[in-house]
């Protein structure tokens, strides 16, 4: 994958390695540890919340995400779009559909505090990337996995991340921000 590719141990090293982060999650809801709904002291999902994002890699777009939150705590959305990568190089999103669940037990804490009210999501899905480069006119598929993580505030703001990875040891990451909002179309 083109774009700055992280290694795990070798810069953003604060990042928490979302496979890990899925697998501890899904083998604690497989044990019987469903993760719950959120507490009174989060923000209460009565109603399907839809969220339209676009995620940035630096200053550079990255695509469109949509994503719907549901009452019972599930989550289900897609990645899309066509974007360069560098002067020659250019992806385009063929496939990718994710989905997952709402985890209340997650506590937010950054460098400056912790933020019990906030409520965290983690998606596993497939992407397939088509990338072109123009420079060599070679074209060649990508696929691998996307994890979509989130943090949604009881003003209904997500902050949020895109990973990708190809093999759990490399990946791109990518930020987006969006408001979650009641009504519109579902993706269930």
Known sequence: MHGPVYQIGKGKSDIAVPWRQWHNFYVRT???RP???PG???PQISQALHVAARPNEDT??????????LPDGTVAGQWSGQFNISKYVDYQVMSCQFNGLVDPEQVY????????SKVFFITKGNFIIL???DGNGKVRKLS???YVRGWLGLDNVIDGEIILT???????LYTWKGKAEQGGPSLF
């Not at 550079?60 to 939150?69: D, S, V, W």
């Not at 804490?109 to 019990?116: A, K, L, V």
């Not at 190809?166 to 791109?172: H, I, L, S, V």
């Open 131 to 133: 990338e072109t480069n």
């Open 144 to 146: 691998g996995n996307i």
């Open 40 to 42: 009174e002291d989060q």
């Open 30 to 32: 497989q044990k019987g």
């Open 109 to 116: 804490s950054d460098e400056q505090d912790e933020d019990p």
């Open 60 to 69: 550079q777009r990255r695509g469109q995400l949509a994503f719907t939150i």
């Open 166 to 172: 190809t093999d759990e040891k490399n990946f791109n």
């Open 35 to 37: 993760p719950g709904l």
